[in-house]
C-alpha cells in the first residue's frame, strides 16, 4: 500500500473487532455491523486499499454529516412477482445497501434463473468488487455497477459523466473471475501516486487544464481531469450506465449528484445476478472457464509472465494479508480505535 | 463513407427490394429473407456502412463455403419457465439469429419484468446495434454482446482477447439512447483508413510489431495489434464477456474460434431485455433521460459544439441517407444484384 502516514500490520481478526466495535459507535449493530465491519475488512484484506478500512473516516464523516442514515434499510417501491424490483436505498450505509440489493437479485434469480434489482437513493458502495465476490461466491453470475458525481472526461471537456464502477463476476471452483473496473482509466489516488513520485503515468490517461490529453500525472491532478477508457467510448458507457440505472430506480442521475466528493450521497445502482443452474451444468460451466483461463496462461505476455484474469491477483494478495496482517495506514488505525 | 470504389446512392426501398432477391437466391425466403435483407439495408441506411449491405458479399461467401447454415434455426436447449434460456444457433444466418434472440429477451422480460437469452453455435451478427434499435423501438431497455476470434492486444502481447461488441439500448420518446461499441479503440477498418490518408490516429490506439503503443496507423494494421479499450480495463472486460456468454451458452470462447477472419463462425452471445413498466412509469423515466440528455446538451464541449448522447448521431444519418439514398460501393451493389 503506498501511503504517506506509517503503516500498521493488523491481524484480520483484530481488525474486524475494531472495526465492527467502531460502526457499532457510530450506531450500525448487529448483524448489520457485523456485516458493514466485515465489507470494510475484507477489501483491505483483497488489496482494495482505498475502498477498505482507509474509507473508514470519510465513512464516519458522511453519518456525522447526516449524508448516511444509519438507521435506514431499503425498502421495496416496485417489483412484484416478477424478476426484477426497484428499492430505496433511503440514504443508508452504502455498503450495506449494496450487499442486500445483491442478496435480493440473486434471491429473484434463485426463483426466475435470472434476477435484478435497481436501487436508488443509496450510498458510495465503497469496494464494487465485494458484491461480485458476494455472487461468485454463492454460486452465482453478476453483474453490477453504481454511478457517481461528474468527475471523467472523454475528451477533455469539463466532466459531464462519472466513472461509474462496474463489477462483473463469474463462479469458478479454481478461483472465480471478478472483474472491478471504474470507466476511468486512472482513479484520483493513483495519479495523484504518480505526481507525488514525479513519473509520467504509464499511457496518457488524463487530460491537462487546457483540455490537452497528457501522461503527466501531475497536470491531471492539478486542474485536468481524469480521462474516460478508451475516450469517447467510455464516456459514452458511462452515459447509458448512469440512464440505465437511473430510469429504473427512479433515482438520481449523475448530473443530480453535485459536485463535491465530500458531500456525493444519493448514488443510483443496478445489480444482475444469473443463477447458471437454470441453464448449464456444473461440469459443463467449470470446464469452459477453466479453458478460457489455460487459454490466457497459454499465451505470451509482454512482460515475459502470465496474463492475468480478473480477480487472480485478489486471491494472492488476500493470502499475503492473511499471513502477515492487514496494512493500514497508523493514522487511519488510530481513528477506527478512537472514533465516538 | 470512406471507400476505395465509386459510389451509388440507392433508394432505401430499392436497396430492400435488392438485398431481399439476393438473400433470396442464397436461400433465405419468406419473413427470414425480409428480415435478414431489412437488417443488411438499415444498417447502411444508419451509417454503419462495413456492417451493412457492404458486408454482404462476406456473407455470401460464408454460406456458400458452409459456414453460415441458411435453413438453420435457433433451438432451445435449457431454461422453461424460468426468465434465462439458453439456445442453439445451430450455425444459421447470424444477424437472423440474434434478432430472435433478442426477440426472446423480450418475450421473456414482458413476463418476468427481465428476460436473457444465452445463444451458442451462431454467426456474426452483422450490426450489434440492431439488437439495440429492435428492444428500444419495442420500449424495452437491452444489454447484449457478442465474442469473437482473438483480435484485440491489452499491453502489446498477441491477441489473446475478442474485440466483444457490447450494446446498451434505453428508450426515449424524443430519442432512444443506444451504445453500440466494440472493445477495440478503433476497427482494423477505421486504423487501415488512417494508414491510406498517411495519417496518425488521434490518440494511441495500437500497438507495433515490437508490441509498443503508437498512434501510427500503417505501424498498426501491418503486423501490430489494434488496441482495447482502456488497455487493462478492456482486456478484462473482454475476458469476463467472452466467459459469461461461453459459460451460460455452452458456446465456443474466443479461443475456439480460430484465428482467420474469413473462417470465424460459432460465436457466442448474451442478450438480456428489461420491460421497464415493471418498476418505473413511463412519465418518471422519460423524464429522468431527458433530463440526462438536457444535461449533457448544457455542457461544454471541446469541439464547441454540443456534447452527444449515443445513438443521436444514428438518427441525424438516417434521415441524410433516406433523403440522398444509401451510398453503397458501386461493385458491392453490383454483386448484390448479380449474386446467385
Redesign the interface.
Known amino acids: 500500500m503506498s501511503s504517506s502516514s506509517p503503516e500498521v500490520r493488523v491481524p484480520f481478526d483484530d481488525a474486524y473487532r475494531a472495526v465492527r466495535d467502531a460502526v457499532g459507535r457510530l450506531g450500525i449493530t448487529g448483524e448489520r455491523g457485523d456485516r458493514c465491519a466485515r465489507l470494510f475488512v475484507e477489501a483491505t484484506r483483497d488489496g482494495v486499499y482505498s475502498h477498505g478500512v482507509e474509507r473508514f473516516p470519510v465513512f464516519a464523516r458522511s453519518v456525522r454529516s447526516g449524508l448516511v442514515d444509519v438507521a435506514a434499510s431499503p425498502e421495496l ?3 412484484s412477482g ?5 428499492w430505496d436505498g433511503r440514504r443508508g450505509p452504502g455498503n450495506l445497501n449494496a450487499w442486500f440489493a445483491m442478496d435480493r437479485a440473486m434471491a429473484l434469480a434463485r426463483e ?5 434489482v ?1 436501487l436508488g437513493n443509496t450510498n458510495h458502495w465503497m469496494r464494487g468488487g465485494s458484491y461480485g465476490w458476494q455472487a461468485v461466491e454463492r454460486g452465482f ?1 453478476a ?1 453490477c455497477w453504481s454511478n457517481t458525481l461528474p468527475n471523467t472526461s ?5 466532466p ?1 459523466v462519472g466513472n461509474n464502477p ?1 463489477v ?1 463476476g ?1 463462479p469458478r471452483a479454481a478461483g472465480p ?1 471478478v ?1 472491478d ?1 471504474a470507466l476511468s ?1 486512472f482513479s484520483v489516488g493513483v495519479m495523484t501516486g504518480y505526481a507525488q513520485r514525479g513519473e509520467r503515468l504509464p ?2 490517461g488524463g487530460f491537462d487544464a487546457s ?1 490537452a ?1 497528457t501522461d503527466d500525472a501531475a497536470a491531471v491532478v492539478s486542474g485536468g481531469y481524469g480521462a474516460a ?3 469517447w ?2 464516456f ?2 458511462a ?6 440505472a ?5 433515482g438520481r ?4 449528484l453535485g459536485t463535491d466528493p465530500a458531500q456525493e450521497s444519493g448514488q443510483t445502482q443496478f445489480f ?1 445476478a ?1 443463477d ?1 443452474d ?3 451444468a456444473p461440469g ?2 467449470e470446464r ?2 477453466d ?2 483461463v489455460a ?2 496462461k497459454a ?5 515475459g509472465g502470465e ?1 492475468r ?2 480477480g487472480e491477483g485478489t486471491v494472492r494478495t488476500r493470502a499475503e494479508n492473511l499471513d502477515h496482517g492487514l496494512p493500514i495506514r497508523r493514522e487511519t488505525w488510530d481513528l477506527i480505535r478512537s472514533v465516538e
Open positions: 417501491r416496485a417489483g416478477t424478476a426484477i424490483e426497484r426466475h434463473g435470472v434476477g435484478a435497481a453470475l453483474l472523454g475528451a477533455g471537456e469539463p459531464v462496474l462483473v463469474l473471475l472483474l473496473m482509466q499511457l496518457p483540455g490529453l477508457i478508451g475516450r467510448k467510455g459514452a458507457l452515459v447509458v450506465l448512469d440512464a440505465w437511473a430510469m429504473l430506480s427512479g442521475a449523475t448530473h443530480e444482475l444469473v447458471p437454470a441453464v448449464s459443463e460451466r469452459m472457464v479453458g478460457i487459454a490466457l499465451a505470451p505476455s509482454t512482460a496474463l484474469y480478473p
